[in-house]
């Protein structure tokens, strides 16, 4: 598999083929390119801006510079993800900065009312410890089950995707991770 996943199943190399089908106009090639990447770049607008509101119209003036803009992409400088990212999240800051700083502060008067959003020492040091028994019990696992699991809860791949990227059946793929999932329980409730 010599070119890479971008994401929802678009290589790397599909989305710049898009992208540049887009600076010529193409509406069916951005609506490729929206459907592959409008999850990951909503996200980006919701790291930035907590209202959800807000970051749709961020999203939908993402896309219209998308679409203004597609022929300034240049393969050799990002990868069409990352230039994507970019154009999200400057989009989405440009937006923060421009809310009146009131509208995103409450009164003072509300201060005792909200909660303190940092773990406390004892909590902090509850979850470092549950972190070290996480890590000893993922590194107890195969290496396949170990990286499968990795990559479908931290990077959010699907099974279909995983399955792709091995090369091997579906079944297996879902076996493979079910049976490390338990193994993990297991080690886990000792």
């Not at 990002?78 to 409450?106: C, E, F, G």
Request: aromatic letters at 6%; a neutral charge; one cysteine or more.
């Amino acid at each position: 598999m010599g070119e890479t996943q971008a994401v929802q199943g678009t290589t790397t190399a599909d989305l710049a083929q898009a992208l540049a089908a887009v600076a010529g106009g193409d509406r069916g090639a951005f609506e490729r390119v929206y459907t592959a990447t409008s999850a990951k770049l909503f996200g980006v607008c919701l790291r930035v801006l907590p209202d959800r509101d807000e970051a749709e119209d961020v999203l939908q003036e993402v896309y219209a510079t998308v679409w203004r803009k597609a022929g300034q992409f240049d393969a050799s400088r990002a990868s069409p993800i990352t230039w994507l990212a970019m154009i999200a999240r400057n989009k989405a800051i440009d937006r923060l900065r421009a809310t009146p700083a009131a509208a995103r502060t409450a009164p003072i008067e509300l201060a005792e009312t909200v909660a303190d959003p940092t773990a406390s020492p004892v909590s902090e040091a509850e979850a470092a410890v549950e972190n070290a028994r996480l890590g000893h019990c993922m590194e107890q696992l195969e290496a396949r089950r170990r990286s499968l699991i990795r990559t479908a809860f931290f990077e959010g791949a699907t099974y279909e995707e995983l399955a792709r990227r091995i090369g091997s059946p579906i079944g297996s793929v879902k076996s493979w991770i079910r049976r490390g999932l338990m193994q993990l329980r297991a080690c886990l409730e000792q």
